[in-house]
């Protein structure tokens, strides 16, 4: 089970923490990953993980403003969002993957962030 928090509304240029807590048991996980889906749009990859090593990697259009991190001990991830810009309004959903490769198959329920310009 993984549970979101943090989302809100917030103005242009503004920042946002969202954080993820999994009860999934880690040795079982290899990356967790933030998404995100606007109104009338895919659902699209954010952000990743890799739980183990802490290795991050991110879309192009969040580079150098959002940040991913984990809390091995907390079990928790979190998604750090700098400079928000009203396109990054979306709910966000937290995702766990068990092996590389593989779909994400454990999701949140999601957080709401809206920006407004």
């Known amino acids: 089970q993984l549970v979101e928090s943090g989302g809100g509304l917030v103005q242009a240029g503004g920042s946002l923490r969202l954080s993820c807590v999994a009860s999934?048991?880690?040795?079982?996980?290899?990356?967790m990953g933030w998404f995100r889906q606007a109104p009338g749009k895919e659902r699209e990859f954010v952000a990743g993980v890799v739980w183990s090593e802490g290795f991050a990697y991110y879309r192009d259009s969040v580079k150098g403003r959002f940040t991913i991190s984990r809390d091995y001990a907390k079990n928790t991830v979190y998604l750090q969002m700098n400079s928000l810009k009203p396109e990054d309004t979306a709910v966000y959903y937290c995702a766990d993957q068990a092996e590389p490769g593989t779909e994400y198959d454990y999701w949140g329920q999601g957080t709401q962030v809206t920006v407004s310009s």
């Open positions: 999934r048991r880690t040795f079982s996980r290899y990356a």
